[in-house]
């Protein structure tokens, strides 16, 4: 008899709802509001209270009514801000190569949330001595590096093998949560159309000119037909570190930018090992400068990295690896240009992009659900997905837990002694965080997670027929797709640019 597959759930909402599922805040606003229609009643002024009672209605209805996944007071105020910044013409952007005003070509050149990214070489890492590249975020104070990883996959892999490998990532992020060193871990799958470029570069070095001209004939029809169906994958991790609590250690360690660098090559070392350990990759190569700037390249301009595996397998030296790269100097990684972001896409130079996160679902997940988000549906289009994870230290897990707990029983108090139904969904949340209190005494880590999704299609594309699909893939997968409307060039960088850049920070975060 065949096991089931593992399922994996027990993930609750980000903030849990004091009462009825709405805040402390909204409550204490919507109370707020309705004060003038009680001292009406208690003044008997009833022109005054049917004058007000609209308003009330609306105040409620602005607090409670989701529009597209957020209040209707966050939508008006996300509204605002997108219009008096397209108004100011703050939302376009064009590189300063394209208007020939490059200081430092060794320097990012970034749109939007990423304009703050600023790259440093670090000492030599590891066996081979690479100088892989600190990412350092002004903005958000943040630290970051990134490695190309491989890995065998789980499409042949037994169920006993899946959990292995479940099991691993989630002792990786419990010793991070015990460390409370790193913030963040993002896991980034590409699936792009194959270019061919690593065959064409091994046919020009290896096919005969005197072979026979049918062959030669054959096999560039062959070639032709298969890479027009073909797809290739690529995978980043990228972790994430904060100022704040990387300082002290820096300074420990010698301060500075070097400082810094030998903190994070310890936990690159315990983030490698776990990696080719119990997770099952069989590669991970922490990125230098020009591999990075490869890396967000490609994630602009999915068509570019032909010709950087062209160059690269043209340099004297090279050795005609896949993770090669000539000639990318970071100050050209990003787009020539950026227009103005539309309410529900994204364009950047030639292509368009649609970003969606994606809603887990109360019943859990097997292994391998995502893979239908990663199938393109169409011949040429790009498909990225970004899994963020956030290990949570004992301390803040424990307030967090303890919040939790307190908001989900005073609310199955109040719907009891007010005499109101406790409906599933109620009972289900609140049995949840039991659970995950349990957990926690147990050792176990509490975990923050979110997916983002995209679809990088080419501009002459119908970019709304692509963003249909993407949806379609998610909704055929078990889960629920959510437009990020009036953000679509920061959902792009959750989606496809590896840099750790996607997962709002809440504001009890030190």
Partial sequence: MTEPATRYAGWSRDRQGWFLGQTAGTWITGTAAGLPVLLGVGAHRWLFVAAWLPLWAAVIAVLTVPVRGRSAARWATDSLIKTVGDVMLWTSWQ??????????LNQPDLPGVLAGIHSHDGPRYGVSGARVALIQDR???TWAVVARIAHPGIGLAELDERDLMGAGLSELLEQLSSAELVQLVALQVRTMPDDGAERASWQRHHLRPDAPRLARQVTADLDAAVTRAGVRHEAFITVVVREQRLKGPAKDAGGGVDGRARVLHGVMSEVERALLGGIGCTAVDWLDAPALAAA?????????RAGLIDAAS??????????????VPMGLAGPGSALRPGRRHYQHDAWSSVSCTVVLPDKGVVMGAFAPLLVPAEAGERRCVTFFYEPIGQHRAEKLIGGGMMSADLSQTLLRRGGFTIRARHRRETDRVHRQDERLATGRALVRSAVAAAVTVPSTWSISDAGRRLESSIRGAGFHPQRLDLAQDAGFVAAAIPLGIGLPRRRSTP
Wanted: net charge negative; aromatic share 2%; proline share 6%.
């Fill in 95 to 104: 590189g300063r190569a394209c208007t020939g005003r490059v200081e430092d």
């Fill in 314 to 327: 043209a340099a004297p030296d090279n050795r005609g690896g896949a993770g090669a790269t000539v000639g």
């Fill in 139 to 141: 903005i958000a104070q």
């Fill in 296 to 304: 967000i390249r490609t994630g602009y301009a999915p068509e570019d």
